[in-house]
């Protein structure tokens, strides 16, 4: 990085840490797409001047509410409630929900700050937003998962709504959450509109929106195989998680010819050198979705397959990985296991779940590498679609959203073709997605004043 570059992220990274103290992946972000708009911003001093990237690393409005609630014995459990609305300069706050023991300011805030540039990348009207709980969806019965929502959604309501900040699903927040928090708005708003998106078929849910994530990170990952005359056909496919995005990822791939070899989750992967086929996909669906099993008796089901209990899936060789469970789930030990073992194709479905030294070991590798900002963008960009099929209150086909979709993908393979591709020709993934989606951001910002 040039030297002006350089002090730039250094200084302003001081600044935010001083300011977040202890908000270590909300610092992991930022400094990422700092890092990739350094340059782009020392040939533009009007935006420096402006002070864009401070104002963007800064949340437009922070919520964090108590959501108290009753477990099915009465007891009575406290958990904490969060929503980001970081960033509304090119349409309302746009982002999912987390429900995991794990969510805590920072990660709402990194997920936001990325959600800004991933919604500006798709193209459509969206700002950026998270939010969502530290309850533990895991072994908690339906009627217990229905009154947190509840609870979780008597307090989010009065801050959304269908021009103001529209949420969506993420880790341990799917169909049936959706479900139970859109219930509750619409009964404490009294009004049926598209606030929330990943909604059912039959009350306003688009087509595709739950294959997108886990479709459209395959569309992009032919997109980056098309350049270097490769594709799934054939190849082999690594896959961490077994929720929404996994499983999606996992049907596009073995469609496309990819033979998929693992799946996993927080307690360890199985490993079917045989590959998936419709038949096991099936199987996992049912599993996970409606018996919300664990993906250990994956192995049980299949004995061909074994299970690592406490491993993740990266030291298997590959052709293809796709990390679509959490962020950090793939290390500089990791990384460095897949490219030994032939991999040349990482296409993130999962936010952030790459480290730092991870990315660097498949830069400097030269394999294809594409951050989850770009290649998991699918979802929001379905949930847009889905946004705008309740506002024209129509339903488009299965084939109308899945042609957009693969057009929103290839379009935002060509930003990343555009905004970062080096001088020996790699195509550094990871500057092409931050800088085009800080251009658009940064210009509707500049159009808008000081607010
Ligand atoms: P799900 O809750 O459906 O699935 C999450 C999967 O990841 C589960 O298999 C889960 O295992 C595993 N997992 C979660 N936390 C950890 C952890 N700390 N360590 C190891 N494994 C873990 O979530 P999604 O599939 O929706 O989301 C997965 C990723 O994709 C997230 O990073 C999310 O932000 C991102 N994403 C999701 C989108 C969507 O449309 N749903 C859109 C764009 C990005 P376990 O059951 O053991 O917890």
Redesign the pocket.
């Known amino acids: 990085m040039e030297k002006f570059a350089q002090k730039y992220v250094e200084s302003f990274m001081a600044d935010l840490i001083a300011k977040n103290p202890g908000e270590l992946e909300f610092h992991q972000a930022v400094r990422e797409v700092l890092t990739s708009v350094a340059p782009y911003l020392q040939a533009y001093p009007h935006l420096l001047d402006n002070k864009i990237m401070e104002r963007m690393a800064e949340p437009e409005r922070v919520i964090i509410f108590r959501v108290p609630w009753t477990d099915d014995s009465g007891e009575v459990h406290i958990n904490r409630g969060f929503r980001v609305q970081m960033n509304s300069a090119i349409g309302p706050y746009k982002g999912?929900i987390?429900f995991?023991p794990?969510v805590n300011l920072s990660i709402m805030k990194f997920?936001a700050f990325e959600q800004t540039f991933k919604n500006s990348l798709t193209t459509l009207p969206m700002g950026g937003g998270k939010g969502g709980s530290d309850f533990n969806p895991?072994g908690k019965s339906d009627a217990e998962v229905m009154r947190f929502c509840q609870s979780f959604m008597t307090e989010l309501q009065k801050y959304i709504g269908a021009d103001t900040d529209v949420p969506?699903?993420?880790?341990?927040v799917?169909g049936r959450e959706v479900g139970f928090l859109f219930g509750q708005y619409k009964r404490l708003r009294d009004e049926f509109t598209g606030t929330l998106t990943g909604k059912g078929l039959a009350w306003g849910g688009s087509l595709l929106r739950p294959e997108?994530?886990g479709y459209g990170a395959c569309y992009f990952a032919q997109e980056m195989l098309a350049t270097r005359g490769k594709s799934f056909e054939g190849a082999t496919v690594v896959i961490s998680?077994?929720?929404?995005?996994?499983q999606y990822a996992a049907q596009k791939a073995l469609r496309l010819g990819a033979k998929v070899v693992t799946l996993?989750?927080?307690?360890g992967f199985v490993y079917d050198p045989d590959g998936l086929d419709e038949e096991k996909m099936a199987y996992v669906f049912h599993l996970k979705n409606v018996l919300r099993g664990r993906i250990k008796e994956y192995a049980v089901k299949y004995p061909g397959a074994q299970y690592f209990p406490g491993e993740k899936p990266w030291k298997i060789a590959c052709d293809i990985a796709m990390p679509?469970?959490?962020?950090n789930?793939l290390d500089g030990d990791a990384a460095r296991a897949l490219v030994a073992g032939g991999c040349y194709c990482v296409t993130e479905?999962?936010?952030m779940?790459s480290t730092p030294e991870a990315i660097e070991v498949f830069q400097r590798a030269r394999i294809l590498y594409s951050p989850?900002k770009a290649s998991?963008a699918g979802?929001?960009a379905t949930s847009g679609l889905e946004m705008s099929q309740n506002s024209i209150r129509q339903k488009w086909t299965a084939e109308e959203v899945d042609a957009q979709l693969h057009r929103i993908m290839s379009d935002i393979h060509a930003a990343c073709l555009r905004y970062g591709t080096e001088e020996d020709g790699y195509v550094n993934y990871v500057k092409g997605a931050n800088i085009a989606g800080f251009i658009k951001v940064a210009n509707a910002m500049m159009d808008q004043g000081l607010v």
Request: overall charge negative.
């Open positions: 999912g987390r995991h794990s997920l895991r969506a699903g993420d880790i341990g799917g997108a994530t998680g077994a929720g929404n995005v996994a996993s989750d927080s307690d679509c469970a959490t962020q789930e479905g999962a936010n779940p989850g998991n979802g929001v």
